[in-house]
């Protein structure tokens, strides 16, 4: 199963990479649904802790919530870093601590 935290960064890296833009929870998961990256059987509050991972991690902030749908906004543009120790290229924010988010090596 795929490391749902870092297909969120994928899809963030991909659509919505910049401080600039606001994105939410919802249409993260529902390109994430899309794209066959996460199971069927999960729901919108299932993604809830990926979310706040990525927020503790210092990649995003959360603006405002409206019921479910929360809204985020990057502190930095992202960009792919090489991890030495387990040879991935991962997204990571330009302000956000090195750490590779595979294998929690600093990069
Ligand atoms: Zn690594």
Redesign the pocket.
Known sequence: MADISLEIRKVIFEKYNSPDIKFTNDEIFEILQKNNTIEKSLVIDDMEKYFTELCNSGLMRNIAQNFTTQYFKLFDDIEKVK??????E?PIGKSESRV??????A?
């Open positions: 991890c030495n120790s387990c040879n991935n991962s590779c988010p595979i294998c929690k090596a990069i």
